[in-house]
């Protein structure tokens, strides 16, 4: 059973930051591929990062490059998303899923764990 809670979510001002934590309960976390997604009011669930099992390699989408940060820390069964330059398109409730196999996934249905989210808004 694999068990994802977020955490670091809240209200912040354009231009802000915040940092997004992910907690695993998993017997092997490097086992794991983690992403981030987020799905912000009325829009559809869309990929924001993910990491690979060490966490030498990631990838963004091109809304975030530049601004968010994806890492891990596997000693910590733990990933995290830096959140820089934030704005209010950025609002959406974030969730951090985990899958076993192989890297790269950015589909949504690619990923069969998933936690409850954390809530991120972003004031004008």
């Known amino acids: 059973q694999v068990q994802l809670v977020e955490s670091g979510g809240g209200l912040v001002q354009a231009g802000g930051s915040l940092r997004l934590s992910c907690a695993a309960s998993v017997r092997t976390f490097s086992d794991y591929v983690m992403a981030w997604f987020r799905q912000g009011p009325g829009k559809e669930r869309e990929f924001v990062a993910h990491i690979s099992w060490t966490g030498v390699s990631t990838f963004y989408a091109t809304a975030v490059k530049g601004r968010f940060t994806i890492s891990r820390e596997n000693t910590k069964n733990t990933v995290y998303l830096q959140m820089d330059s934030l704005k209010p398109d950025d609002t959406a409730i974030y969730y951090c899923?985990?899958?076993?196999?192989?890297?790269?996934?950015?589909?949504?249905?690619?990923?069969?764990?998933w936690g409850q989210g954390t809530q991120v808004t972003v004031s004008s």
């Open positions: 899923p985990a899958a076993q196999g192989a890297d790269g996934l950015r589909s949504y249905t690619q990923y069969p764990y």
